[in-house]
């Protein structure tokens, strides 16, 4: 038998930094400008996009990432991007990624901000929102499979996913739910001689994002009610992105507090307004503060609100970021993150069946859900382009005289 040792094959080069920084920049900017359906399905498209057919990440480190945004506060889906900038291409990565996703959806929730401004009233949506939704609901449901396949390595780990849909449904808390999920699969593993050194290492993450909050905590002390100023207008939106967990519903629960109650600079039906656009438009939910920004400011409020709100998902994951390859590296940590992982596929789940109620909502759009999600299982069409069908379709169905209400 031959016992020579095979020569390790040399692993690929990297990436020239200017070449990932082109390609960050390519397709975050595509993705702001294009990709409705708020978090999950940014998210689902990243996975599609950047794991299974570019290959810049494994689905192993894609679901880390995920997981360590879902643990911070701010917009899941940006943090995501601000975590594959920065793994593809350090610091210059981290920035390039985050802005190209956040810019495109900002520069268009500011122009409707000037549409309603100027009309009174927001452009029709409704057509392409009617052919886009069944085929994010399908991007969605393969990417869960994608992800599931991957996540769930064991019976345990499948137990506590269910466990965590179930919670999920219930209306826990998100942030509850993982630290329950990673907790669960932590103790399932730990011996009493390493509950120090695993506590050292589950609280890394937290401890390392108290510089970048404890400012903002202040923050929510000091603004009492005040004449409106921009500076004001900017440190409401950085509490907002500092603190806030869930979606665009405790969103406006958030603004309505300091806006509509405590300020009295908006009425009740401007901030349902803002709170639509940013959930109906490509791109971040966050935007809404870029129209609630222009509705008390014009552009400069518009600016200055979006730099605030989406701030702290820089500092936070700039902080955090860097410690992801040491906690995976602990094996109680790994564990942890794995049932945080798993939890937040719950989460996502959760999202897509609340969404797909009202968006399957007759026998064209659930034909449009099905055929979207066998092509992409079958024959792996890039979800853009079924985007853009499935936009091109609701605007037909306008066209013919479909009632969306």
């Not at 990440?57 to 940006?78: H, T, V, Y």
């Not at 120090?196 to 929510?220: D, E, K, Q």
Request: charged share 10%; with cysteine; hydrophobic share 55%.
């Amino acid at each position: 038998m031959n016992t020579q040792a095979v020569p390790a094959i040399p692993p690929p080069s990297p990436t020239p930094p200017n070449h990932s920084l082109r390609e960050l920049a390519l397709f975050f900017l595509r993705l702001g400008t294009t990709a409705f359906g708020g978090p999950a399905a940014h998210i689902a498209i990243m996975e599609d996009e950047l794991v299974r057919r570019r290959q810049w990440l494994s689905r192993e480190k894609f679901l880390d990432l995920l997981g360590a945004s879902n643990l911070i506060p701010g917009p899941s889906s940006s943090e995501l991007a601000i975590h594959i900038g920065y793994l593809r291409a350090g610091w210059k990565g981290l920035l390039v990624a985050g802005s190209c996703f956040i810019f495109p959806a900002a520069l268009i929730v500011g122009i409707l901000a000037w549409a309603y401004v100027r009309y009174g009233s927001l452009p029709v949506t409704l057509a392409i929102l009617y052919g886009v939704k069944p085929v994010v609901i399908a991007v969605i449901v393969q990417a869960l499979w994608g992800l599931g396949r991957t996540a769930i390595k064991t019976a345990w780990l499948a137990i506590v996913g269910i466990a965590s849909l179930i919670l999920a449904f219930l209306g826990l808390h998100p942030l509850l739910l993982l630290l329950i999920a990673g907790l669960a699969v932590c103790f399932t593993r730990i011996r009493p001689s390493q509950f120090r050194s695993a506590h050292l290492s589950l609280s890394t993450l937290s401890l390392s994002s108290l510089p970048a909050t404890s400012l903002v905590v202040s923050v929510a002390n000091v603004t009492t009610a005040a004449a409106f100023s921009l500076p004001l207008l900017f440190l409401l939106f950085l509490k907002v992105g500092a603190l806030m967990f869930g979606s665009g519903y405790v969103l406006l629960a958030f603004l309505r507090a300091d806006f509509v109650v405590h300020h009295a600079w908006l009425t009740d039906p401007q901030l349902a307004d803002a709170v639509a656009v940013g959930q109906l438009t490509p791109g971040p939910v966050f935007t809404t503060a870029t129209f609630v920004g222009y509705l008390l400011a014009g552009i400069p409020g518009a600016v200055v609100a979006t730099l605030a709100i989406f701030l702290p998902a820089f500092l936070l994951v700039a902080v955090s970021g860097p410690l992801i390859p040491r906690i995976r590296g602990s094996k109680i940590a790994a564990a942890f993150l794995d049932g945080v992982n798993v939890a937040s596929l719950a989460l996502m789940a959760e999202v897509t069946w609340q969404l797909g109620r009202t968006s399957l909502v007759d026998g064209v759009t659930i034909v449009s859900a099905i055929i979207s999600l066998a092509i992409l299982l079958r024959f792996r069409w890039n979800s853009i382009w079924l985007l853009l069908i499935g936009a091109i379709v609701g605007m037909l169905a306008g066209i013919h005289g479909h009632h969306f209400w």
